[in-house]
């Protein structure tokens, strides 16, 4: 049967209906991420909200204590140790499939929830290649319900209250858009995984990177605040400068400095490097015409007025992955009238994540000095850090780029725009390949 006939088949076996409780459900994973899922969606079965169904991974038997305090055996939850091999035997039993995977397999997984004919509940970010994620896009066209990413901040109440504010006019027009973050990760962070800071496996684009993976909300938030149609608009990149870093021993990059241009006039501004040490930091800033607006997804957001007037909005703490997860499970049964963010709604953020390697055309391994190393906290290897936060400073307060400081270690990028994104794997592959070559040079 070709895949258009599959496509019916499933369409026409089962459908979700409005009021149908509970939502049913099945999770890709057990370690990682993936436990929080599971977690998650115990609490939300407690609410009476859904059923786990079925859960599978590739070493089942790694997590039989897991397994014991999920309650699998009490909760009639199903256990398999390959996805095709669950979706298959669960299909009319399921209504949603939860894909809390290594980004590398979240393509295929995709696709394998979608030709079945149910939900899917993606976590971020869905793919860090565009030229896959236009694939991905393909395949979602043919869905029965709308995929929704696990990007989790645009859920929160405020931030949306905020933006409503913002296309009012309220604040005059939306001018620059800057991102900072300081989020120190140590060299354990790189090891978990044999994918982590990895720009290609086994011939497949990973990118790994700062922006792509744990500051990937951050990202997909700058977006959206760009974005001046309706308040679920993510206004895609036009252009980028930028310069990429790393102090790790990694294949990829932990650190980002990039100015650009959204696709309708608004600048943009960002630094965020993993090479540092200490407190997390990081703040998202909307300049508009009359009005500055910081937000702090630890604490909450304050509006500077250039007329002197400020105000400050406290943000308590939310499980907004739980959240996410429940509104999912309301748009499943009709509801709620979407996701809080499509597949399509990620598109800008994964052309941004791209466009900064072809902008910047290499990535530069920082020496020591600067690069400063100190065993980490709970004995998780090191931390390394290139400097302090000036480097950062200098760069939002005068727009310059580490080569532009007088840094003798630093090397200048240059600019791209979208369609030089068809640059990519050219511009990935010879990275990889330089890094190779000063890895086996000493």
């Known amino acids: 049967m070709n895949t258009s006939a599959l496509f019916l088949d499933f369409a026409s076996a089962r459908r979700v209906r409005k009021g149908q409780n509970p939502v049913r459900v099945g999770i890709i994973g057990m370690g990682g991420f993936a436990g929080f899922h599971h977690q998650e969606f115990l609490t939300l079965e407690k609410e009476g909200a859904c059923r786990v169904v079925c859960a599978c991974d590739p070493y089942p038997d790694a997590f039989a204590q897991q397994q014991i305090d999920w309650d699998f055996a009490g909760r009639g939850v199903r256990v398999f140790s390959d996805y095709r091999t669950m979706l298959d035997a ?71 209250a905020l933006k409503r504010r913002i296309l009012s006019g309220e604040f005059g027009g939306v001018r620059r858009i800057g991102f900072y973050a300081w989020w120190p990760r140590p060299t354990s962070y790189f090891t978990r995984a044999a994918w982590a800071g990895r ?52 294949e990829g990059m932990d650190t980002v400095f990039a100015q650009g241009k959204f696709a309708n006039g608004i600048e943009l501004q960002l630094a965020a490097t993993h090479a540092c040490a200490g ?52 748009y499943v049964r009709g509801e709620a009238d979407r996701p809080i963010t499509r597949l399509a709604d990620a598109l800008p953020f994964v052309q941004f994540s791209d466009l900064v390697y072809v902008a910047a055309q290499t990535i530069t391994t920082v020496p020591a000095p600067p690069v400063v190393r100190a065993p980490a906290p709970n004995d998780a290897g090191e931390t390394v850090s290139i400097g302090d936060e000036s480097l950062y400073a200098t760069f939002f307060a005068t727009g310059r780029f580490p080569s532009q400081q007088g840094l003798e270690w630093a090397r200048p990028g240059g600019e791209a725009t979208l369609e030089d994104l068809p640059q990519l794997r050219n511009t990935v592959e010879r990275m990889a390949a330089e890094r190779r070559a000063e890895e086996a040079g000493g």
């Open 90 to 160: 669960c299909r009319d039993e399921l209504d949603i499939v939860t894909v809390p995977t290594p980004v590398p397999l979240h393509a295929p997984m995709h696709r394998a929830v979608v030709e079945r004919g149910l939900a899917c509940y993606l976590e971020k970010p869905p793919t860090l290649n565009y030229a896959e994620m236009e694939e991905m896009l393909a395949v979602e066209a043919q869905a029965q319900k709308s995929t929704q990413v696990g990007f989790n901040f645009i859920i929160e109440p405020r931030r949306q």
């Open 199 to 250: 720009l290609i496996m086994d011939g497949k684009l990973v990118l790994d990177s700062c922006i792509g993976n744990a500051l990937a909300h951050f990202i997909h938030n700058l977006h959206f605040w760009a974005g001046q149609e309706k308040l679920y608009a993510w206004e895609p990149i036009a252009s980028v400068r930028a310069e990429l870093y790393r102090a790790h021993a990694i």
């Open 279 to 330: 407190d997390h930091k990081q703040w998202e800033r909307v300049e508009c015409e009359k009005a500055t607006l910081i937000y702090d997804t630890r604490t909450g957001y304050r509006i500077e007025w250039l007329d002197g007037r400020r105000e400050e909005v406290a943000i308590p703490w939310e499980d907004l992955v739980l959240q996410n997860m429940r509104h999912y499970l309301r």
